[in-house]
């Protein structure tokens, strides 16, 4: 199968692997929400936490954590470098479809993108309940 | 397809009989040239390849019997951070000893999804049994993954990128 250059490149060299910290280091860390979801139809998991600038609410890093196939460790990896410097509003409009575009995914491979939304998603919505926001659900142009 | 009883325990050499059975007269030798033939002969080999393995053959049980489908995505409570951090020892483990005992770990947890479905299917009946069916697969299917990754062979790009 034919793969665009983005993808093997992140696949080869992912940008920010790692995290700030165990799930129960960063648990009562206010600056930090975690990600963690898994994929049931395939069983990869994925974790993404974010660090969050408390006064200008501006994602600062991010970093993922992903044991899949390629194109889920590219689908995260990617997507950590996109939510850097966002907001969490901005943050929470990047949409799977986008990261299917960039990255040339293959139909079979666009769960792979799912996951990698469902993470951002998750550690936004981690951050904003640790500092008394309601969480955000998917929006409705969401594409699933 | 093959004539065999619905249920999750299966003896391998009836699916074997069952299976040559009807393999014979739609097989290519037999039957060249006669494409509903060949339909036949693959969807019996796809049907064999299901029942030889557990989780498939769990799978395709579940579907059959109508029970939930991938949309429920319910897992365990704490499972996926377990499961994370799972991976993130076996990742962090260093010689060929450590990594067999994570081997014979998750041979062990292959054992148990399997036992605690076979014994599901046997109560399938009962209230709220098809749901926990559908939780164990679900639960299952990262085990079978993390068994897949063990292989020190294993190349996420070779699955992906070849």
Not at chain 2, 81 to 93: C, D, K, N, V
Not at chain 2, 102 to 111: G, H, K, L, V
Request: glycine share 8%; proline share 5%.
């Amino acid at each position: 199968m034919a793969y665009g250059q983005k993808i093997i490149d992140h696949y080869e060299n992912p940008r920010n692997v790692g995290n700030f910290g165990t799930q129960a280091d960063v648990k009562g860390r206010r600056d930090i929400g975690v990600g963690l979801v898994g994929a049931p139809e395939c069983g990869d998991v994925m974790q993404l936490q974010i660090k969050v600038n408390p006064g200008t609410g501006v994602i600062e890093d991010a970093k993922f954590k992903c044991f899949g196939c390629g194109s889920a460790i590219a689908s995260s990896s990617l997507a950590t470098e996109w939510l850097k410097g966002k907001s969490l509003d901005e943050g929470l409009s990047i949409k799977n479809t986008q990261i299917v575009e960039e990255l040339s995914l293959p139909p079979v491979k666009i769960h792979c993108s799912v996951l990698a939304e469902d993470a951002i998603r998750a550690a936004i919505n981690d951050y904003r309940t640790k500092n008394g926001m309601e969480a955000r659900e998917r929006t409705a142009a969401s594409a699933h | 397809m093959l004539g065999l009883p619905r249920g999750f325990d299966l003896d391998p050499s009836e699916v074997d009989r069952a299976y040559l059975e009807r393999a014979g007269a739609v097989h290519p030798d037999v039957a060249a040239g006669d494409d509903d033939a060949a339909r036949k002969a693959a969807a019996l080999n796809h049907a064999k390849r299901v029942l030889e393995d557990p989780e498939r053959r769990a799978r395709a049980l579940l579907a059959l019997l109508g029970g939930p489908g991938k949309e429920d995505r319910s897992l365990p409570p704490g499972f996926l951070m377990e499961i994370m951090e799972t991976r993130e020892h076996i990742e962090a483990a260093r010689g060929p000893e450590e990594r067999a005992r994570w081997e014979a770990w998750a041979a062990e947890r292959r054992r148990e999804y399997q036992a605690n479905v076979a014994g599901l299917f046997l109560r399938y009946a009962e209230t709220g049994v098809p749901a926990r069916v559908r939780m164990t697969l679900n639960a299952w299917r990262y085990i079978e993954r993390l068994i897949e990754q063990l292989d020190p062979d294993y190349d996420p790009a070779r699955a992906d990128f070849d």
